[in-house]
């Protein structure tokens, strides 16, 4: 077994609660009085010890024995054992920020059954369920609930908006005596305790830790005053929010005072010039001051003020850190700073507990300056998350990376950890020095002049091809760029003297020669730096030798230098990204874990910090490698490749829209503010060639069914056989006469090829390339508000358009949807005329905003001066009646409408290329949900720096609804085919897909086991019960997950809950032909010798800091030698286990993996996008295990692979095969879609080639591609010598890779096809190699 997370016992902290126990030296006859505490993170442990340790050294008739914990010790078995003994003998008990739910379970369990016994309990801001244990005398929490108490009804009237329970807990301690004289004088007395407690916690010094112990033992402990001196002061504590300075004289209450002193006393004694030195401001946590647990903000500080800046050091004791910003940051209503680090690790607005993101917001977009939150691993000692591969704790992540990201937060540095026996916390220098620099570089964009900034953007080249320069998801990059640059010019920047005219010049600009390869050395070189030069600025270069030799390796060199890609146009430079350096060596794809950037690629970075000194670099599209390098998953240290690369530069990164889930991974390890950019809209595909001739006939036979029918069905039936639909309808043989079929009969045939040719006609593609800076037209923006329209939102109280005209007719759009795919041909008809009646209702309220170019420049109402418009009714009513649907009214539409002008807005309202220039200014860029625009148009606008969500918040009642359904729809389909449920389904979770669907595949494997997933108290989704077997219906099915990368790095919380379900169902002592999961879990305990529970591990993923199974990279590379390779990637890859029980570490237990593949009856995935489908991107195949199944299985059965189709209401269960075929004639083989690819030229050429090689993907994988696939494309793109040419003339590098992938499916028995075919594609490789070559 190898363990990948560096920690013994699979736990995140190891620390000893041991270390902190205090127990007096010389008890003597002194009384002794027992405390133990719990605390989520460890800054009050240093002043707990020293209080204790004072109190025993100070009292001479009392003495203290005191235990402490961190919340995270308590996952441990023995510390739980040893803190529930020690609750056990207990006089008091204290907690505080108690907010990570099973953990406080523990602490609800271990406390309550003292609870009476005890003489105080006393618990600061935490769960709820925790705060009801607080007993301090007859003062209570859990009488709160009760209608007449008094304190609660004050803190509800008087807590501050938008803020947290703890602060209303503040504004009551300041407020005290108003409430003390309401309450009788034995609960003043206890409640004023209560007060005082929390007001002596929240001094933090040891002297008020002092106080606040002796002070509960001389009034609840004792019987009689034991207790030496004045011993009980009043707390004492610095303002409730200030300005502090480690060298200030005291803390500041105004910012006028602190500038003052800053600039006129402090910045002349470090030597510092106050007039040009840049301003961080920073945000602290004043329980780190109180306690004197400061070291790391001291060093921070200090840091910055070495390197030329100065320091505006803020902090509150309250959650909600956006007053002291608004206080502080501002002066005359300007920002004093240029860049905002929070140091506290959480969402500026509400802490752990509950958060205010739109306060946040709009308090950091009227400071407008760069918010970087740096964090302090505070759930692991410094040691446990430097060892670690999983790098930062996950519930430490939720907490304080992913929230904060909600409100803009960029830069989650680790700059300090927790010492392991003292819980003090410890300045990570290199750290801090990183953090420093960069907060230092983005501080610099505001204060340069655009005309002496340079900016180095950065392109793609996957796989590294010339034909490839330029890759990224549905973006036309060079012309993304040229746009780009006139703005920049626009702005001031210095660009040179030639800049070029046109796009085709700056692609040849960029390329020197598009026709060239990428293997000569002397082409396109911005840069070529000596082996000498590269080993002096590169510090880590002599750790890439073990996997790349010495300097200048194989790559990106001619042999003696390193060379940098890319042309120079004044202080901007377009450089080209090496690529990862697999490609020259495949067997370094069989690695589990990913090994190093290669020389090259270290010193393209090396060139934009050290030699270019770029005060930025723009990374132009989803994506390149830099963040995917080998690293921790979050928290990056100094040895982690993506932060040694980035080093001190600010990256500005465009990352489409719809892939919120790999933009945080760039945010998060290669500190990318990301700018989001829009896919291209959508349209339907549309019929064409022998598919539009099928359509037609069906049209006639509508009109001649009766009279001359049997002929009509006859072609129908031929001509659908001539496009391949036998493969997917069940079509009488060739020589039948249908003239011997009843009416009725003959429209069941009809319908189901009609259902067949609209569900091609329906489906949604991309059409061409999205241009940054290029708004969408009226054309695309009707497309994009059609599907819109076309759903559901209950959240919203919005029915669909479909649903409205439904019910307008007197039917239900299910029943429609349900009829229509069992072939009934007059519900086709009808589900097709209300898809007509949609777009001409769109449409119609679209062209009252639409201008005379074409475009959308101002929105007008959609349902303004209803009873002004003639004709009775608004546009899209009078659209509707020429459709037939009379009987729909306007107030049936207006809320829709209402909401679909507020989309349009949204989708006009681009700000892509603003947010870049935004950026470029050192300016905050606003916040935004990533995913799919269509079910969120609050996705739109884009140019919004993009997060994910909050990962405790999935999956939604809503996902599970969904989840449910489709879920049943599978076994539905796989009884009806097999006559017997699967015994086990082998699932694909993906990072993007469950962002864009509150988590509906996630819900499917637990609705796939039989396990209901449920909020805690807070409304976070981290706990489960099973559905009993008679409410389920069926038997529990196993499940084997294989989570990507991407989600193993977003929700591991989430493999928490699925390992804990699993794990749950396994242990339930049901009947096994009821309970698959237990029957196979038995079977593997005594295969591996293993507990039942340990058995049923069937959550896996990459090793920490892995991505992928190299199985996308092995064929879009074409150095894999057999499909044998490809499994054994997979399986060595993707065989780390997650498991609950030891959540700190990613086991290797590909044998488990294996042994759990080999019981699997169905492969599944889910498709919730119309913008990604099976080939368009290489993620699906490369994580699909259907051969790898197939080959493990002892019967030699294949399995079943499904796919869910839930891009339109309509959700669909297709075979992979049918899926493939849907997506081939829609795409690949739809002239819609590839003369919309090829207008957009040398990138065009190069995404149709994309296609057909990830096409031959799923032939390796699963052998899903039926020969006709090839057969067709052959014919469009090969037997065409006039198609041939266009695709020669725009990307020859790329034309040639099509020609090999057509070859490579013959020669693999992927094709079969003639030898003329053949031939020709032979003769057309070597002439277009010719050509490359020059010859």
């Given at each position: 077994m190898v363990a990948t997370g560096g920690m013994g016992g699979g736990l995140f902290t190891q620390s000893n609660p041991e270390d902190r126990r205090v127990v007096p030296d010389e008890p003597g006859d002194r009384q002794i009085f027992k405390v133990v505490y719990v605390v989520l993170e460890s800054q009050y442990q240093s002043s707990l010890s020293t209080a204790c340790k004072r109190i025993n050294a100070g009292q001479e008739k009392v003495a203290v024995e005191c235990s402490g914990y961190i919340l995270e010790e308590l996952r441990d078995p023995a510390n739980f054992e040893q803190f529930k003994k020690d609750v056990a003998d207990a006089n008091i008990f204290i907690g505080s920020l108690i907010f990570v739910q099973e953990l406080a379970d523990k602490v609800v369990e271990a406390v309550e059954p003292y609870r009476e016994t005890m003489d105080a309990v006393c618990v600061f801001p935490s769960m709820p369920a925790v705060m009801r244990l607080n007993?301090?005398?007859?003062?209570?929490?859990?009488?709160?609930?009760?209608?007449?108490?008094?304190?609660?009804?004050?803190?509800?009237?008087?807590?501050?908006?938008?803020?947290?329970?703890?602060?209303?807990?503040?504004?009551?301690?300041?407020?005290?005596?108003?409430?003390?004289?309401?309450?009788?004088?034995?609960?003043?007395?206890?409640?004023?305790?209560?007060?005082m407690s929390l007001q002596y916690w929240l001094g933090g010094s040891p002297e008020n830790i002092e106080a606040l112990l002796l002070n509960l033992a001389s009034t609840y402990v004792f019987e009689s005053d034991l207790l030496t001196g004045e011993v009980v002061e009043p707390p004492t504590v610095i303002p409730d929010q200030g300005i502090w300075h480690p060298v200030a004289p005291r803390v500041f209450e105004t910012n006028e005072e602190y500038i003052q002193w800053l600039r006129n006393e402090h910045a002349?004694?470090?030597?510092?010039?106050?007039?040009?030195?840049?301003?961080?401001?920073?945000?602290?946590?004043?329980?780190?001051?109180?306690?004197?647990?400061?070291?790391?903000?001291?060093?921070?500080?200090?840091?910055?003020?070495?390197?030329?800046?100065?320091?505006?050091?803020?902090?509150?004791?309250?959650?909600?850190?956006?007053?002291?910003?608004?206080?502080?940051?501002?002066?005359?209503?300007?920002?004093?700073?240029?860049?905002?680090?929070?140091?506290?690790?959480?969402?500026?607005v509400g802490g752990p507990a509950t958060q205010d993101h739109p306060k946040a917001i709009a308090t950091l977009k009227k400071l407008n300056r760069p918010y970087l939150c740096a964090v302090p691993a505070t759930f692991q000692t410094f040691e446990e998350w430097k060892d670690s591969?999983?790098?930062?704790?996950?519930?430490?992540?939720?907490?304080?990376?992913?929230?904060?990201?909600?409100d803009g937060a960029i830069e989650p540095i680790i700059f300090a950890g927790r010492d392991g026996v003292t819980g003090r916390s410890i300045p990570q220098s290199d750290r801090i020095e990183t953090l420093a620099k960069r907060a230092i570089k983005w501080s610099n964009l505001s204060a340069k002049k655009n005309a002496d900034k340079k900016v180095a953007i950065t392109v793609f080249s996957f796989p590294p091809d010339k034909g490839n320069v330029g890759t990224a998801a549905y973006l036309n990059v060079f012309g993304s760029i040229f746009e780009a640059l006139?703005?920049?010019?626009?702005?001031?920047?210095?660009?040179?003297?030639?800049?070029?005219?046109?796009?085709?010049?700056?692609?040849?600009?960029?390329?020197?020669?598009?026709?060239?390869?990428?293997?000569?050395?002397?082409?396109?070189?911005?840069?070529?730096?000596?082996?000498?030069?590269?080993?002096?600025?590169?510090?880590?270069?002599?750790?890439?030798?073990?996997?790349?030799?010495?300097?200048?390796?194989?790559?990106?060199?001619?042999?003696?230098?390193?060379?940098?890609?890319?042309?120079?146009?004044?202080?901007?430079?377009?450089?080209v990204q090496p690529s990862f350096g697999y490609e020259g060596d495949p067997m370094r794809l069989l690695y589990a874990k990913s090994a190093s950037p290669h020389h090259g690629f270290a010193a393209y970075y090396t060139y934009i910090e050290k030699v270019l000194e770029a005060d930025a670099v723009l990374h132009f599209g989803t994506h390149g490698s830099l963040e995917f390098m080998p690293g921790k998953q979050v928290g990056m240290s100094g040895g982690c490749y993506p932060d040694r690369l980035i080093q001190s530069t600010p990256n500005l990164y465009y990352y489409a829209a719809n892939n919120p889930s790999e933009a945080t991974i760039a945010k998060r390890r290669s500190y990318a503010n990301t700018i989001s950019y829009l896919t291209p809209p959508a349209?339907?595909?549309?019929?064409?060639?022998?598919?539009?001739?099928?359509?037609?006939?069906?049209?006639?036979?509508?009109?001649?069914?009766?009279?001359?029918?049997?002929?009509?069905?006859?072609?129908?039936?031929?001509?659908?056989?001539?496009?391949?639909?036998?493969?997917?309808?069940?079509?009488?043989?060739?020589?039948?006469?249908?003239?011997?079929?009843?009416?009725?009969?003959?429209?069941?045939?009809?319908?189901?090829?009609?259902?067949?040719?609209?569900?091609?006609?329906?489906?949604?593609?991309?059409?061409?390339?999205?241009?940054?800076?290029?708004?969408?037209?009226?054309?695309?923006?009707?497309?994009?508000?059609?599907?819109?329209?076309?759903?559901?939102?209950?959240?919203?109280?919005?029915?669909?358009?479909?649903?409205i005209l439904a019910r307008s007719v007197g039917r239900d759009i299910e029943d429609i949807y349900r009829s229509a795919n069992a072939g009934n041909l007059d519900d086709n008809l009808l589900s097709e005329n209300i898809k007509e009646a949609i777009r001409a209702a769109v449409r119609a309220s679209v062209e009252r905003s639409t201008d005379a170019a074409g475009r959308v420049t101002e929105v007008n109402p959609m349902m303004a001066s209803l009873g002004a418009v003639l004709g009775g009714g608004s546009p899209m009513l009078s659209a509707l009646k020429k459709q037939g649907f009379d009987k729909v009214q306007d107030p049936d539409l207006e809320k829709l409408f209402g909401y679909l002008e507020f989309c349009l807005k949204q989708v006009v309202a681009d700000n892509e290329m603003g947010a870049l220039i935004e950026g470029l200014n050192g300016e905050y860029t606003l916040p935004g949900p990533g995913g799919d625009p269509i079910r969120n148009p609050l996705v739109l606008p884009t140019g919004k720096n993009?997060?994910?969500?909050?990962?405790?918040?999935?999956?939604?009642?809503?996902?599970?609804?969904?989840?449910?359904?489709?879920?049943?729809?599978?076994?539905?389909?796989?009884?009806?085919?097999?006559?017997?449920?699967?015994?086990?389904?082998?699932?694909?979770?993906?990072?993007?897909?469950?962002?864009?669907?509150?988590?509906?595949?996630?819900?499917?494997?637990?609705?796939?086991?039989?396990?209901?997933?449920?909020?805690?108290?807070?409304?976070?989704?981290?706990q489960i019960e099973a559905i009993p077997l008679e409410e389920l219906g069926r038997p529990r099915v196993d499940v084997?997950?294989?989570?990507?990368?991407?989600?193993?790095?977003?929700?591991?919380?989430?493999?928490?809950?699925?390992?804990?379900?699993?794990k749950l169902v396994a242990e339930l002592d049901e009947p096994l032909d009821q309970n698959f999961v237990r029957k196979h879990a038995l079977e593997q305990a005594e295969e591996f010798g293993v507990s039942v529970r340990d058995a049923a591990t069937r959550v896996f993923s990459n090793a920490a800091g892995s991505y992928s199974a190299n199985v996308g990279l092995a064929i879009e590379n074409g150095g894999w030698e057999g499909e044998q390779q490809l499994q054994e990637q997979f399986t060595s890859r993707k065989g780390f286990a997650f498991n609950a029980d030891r959540p700190g570490i990613l086991d290797d237990k590909a044998d488990m993996f294996k042994s759990s593949l080999k019981k699997v009856d169905v492969t599944f995935q889910n498709l919730d996008s119309s913008e990604i489908s099976l080939t368009d991107v290489s993620h699906y195949f490369d994580s699909d295990p259907t051969k790898v199944v197939g080959s493990l299985r002892t019967d030699g059965k294949k399995p079943s692979s499904f796919v869910a189709d839930t891009t339109t209401a309509n959700g669909q269960v297709r075979t992979l095969s049918e899926t493939v075929r849907l997506d081939a004639r829609t795409k690949l083989l739809n002239p819609k879609f590839y003369e919309g690819m090829l207008k957009s030229g040398y990138e065009g050429t190069r995404e149709i080639t994309k296609r057909l090689r990830n096409t031959m993907g799923w032939s390796a994988t699963a052998g899903a591609v039926d020969n006709f696939v090839y057969e067709d494309a052959n014919d469009v793109f090969i037997a065409d010598e006039e198609m041939q040419k266009r695709l020669l003339e725009t990307n020859p590098n790329a034309f040639r890779d099509m020609v090999t992938t057509f070859l490579e499916a013959n020669g693999r028995g992927y094709w079969e096809t003639s030898e003329e075919n053949l031939d020709r594609l032979r003769q057309l490789y070597a002439e277009v190699d010719d050509k490359i070559e020059g010859l």
């Open positions: 007993k301090i005398g007859s003062f209570t929490m859990a009488s709160m609930g009760q209608s007449k108490n008094v304190m609660l009804d004050f803190m509800k009237k008087n807590k501050p908006s938008g803020t947290s329970f703890q602060d209303g807990m503040l504004k009551l301690v300041r407020t005290l005596p108003k409430v003390l004289k309401f309450l009788p004088g034995d609960k003043a007395k206890d409640a004023r305790s209560f007060m002349p004694t470090i030597g510092v010039d106050p007039n040009k030195a840049p301003v961080i401001g920073v945000v602290l946590q004043k329980s780190h001051i109180n306690t004197k647990d400061d070291a790391h903000y001291v060093a921070l500080i200090m840091e910055i003020e070495a390197n030329g800046g100065l320091v505006l050091p803020i902090y509150t004791g309250s959650l909600d850190f956006s007053k002291p910003i608004e206080d502080y940051f501002f002066l005359n209503g300007r920002s004093v700073v240029d860049t905002t680090i929070n140091l506290t690790g959480f969402a500026l591969e999983l790098g930062l704790h996950p519930v430490q992540v939720a907490l304080q990376v992913a929230l904060p990201e909600l006139k703005t920049m010019k626009a702005e001031g920047y210095d660009l040179g003297a030639e800049l070029p005219t046109d796009v085709e010049g700056l692609v040849d600009a960029v390329l020197h020669d598009k026709e060239a390869s990428m293997a000569s050395p002397t082409l396109n070189v911005a840069y070529s730096m000596s082996v000498a030069e590269y080993k002096e600025l590169t510090p880590y270069a002599e750790d890439l030798e073990e996997n790349w030799g010495p300097p200048p390796g194989q790559l990106n060199t001619d042999g003696q230098n390193l060379l940098v890609y890319g042309v120079r146009f004044g202080n901007v430079f377009i450089g349209e339907n595909a549309g019929l064409y060639k022998g598919l539009k001739e099928v359509g037609e006939l069906i049209s006639s036979y509508q009109g001649l069914r009766e009279s001359r029918g049997a002929s009509i069905v006859n072609s129908i039936v031929a001509t659908a056989r001539t496009c391949n639909l036998d493969k997917d309808v069940d079509l009488p043989s060739e020589d039948f006469d249908t003239a011997e079929l009843t009416l009725d009969e003959r429209d069941i045939i009809v319908g189901k090829v009609y259902s067949k040719i609209m569900e091609i006609e329906s489906r949604l593609l991309p059409c061409g390339l999205h241009t940054v800076g290029v708004p969408p037209t009226a054309e695309e923006a009707i497309a994009t508000l059609v599907n819109i329209a076309s759903i559901d939102r209950p959240e919203d109280e919005i029915d669909g358009l479909p649903r993009m997060h994910a969500l909050d990962p405790q918040a999935i999956p939604t009642i809503a996902a599970c609804d969904c989840a449910k359904v489709m879920v049943d729809r599978l076994l539905e389909r796989q009884v009806a085919e097999e006559g017997e449920y699967p015994e086990s389904i082998a699932f694909v979770l993906w990072g993007t897909d469950n962002i864009k669907t509150y988590g509906e595949s996630l819900a499917q494997v637990l609705w796939m086991v039989g396990v209901r997933p449920l909020p805690d108290s807070l409304g976070r989704v981290n084997v997950v294989t989570c990507s990368g991407v989600f193993r790095d977003l929700f591991i919380n989430q493999m928490n809950l699925l390992d804990r379900a699993v």
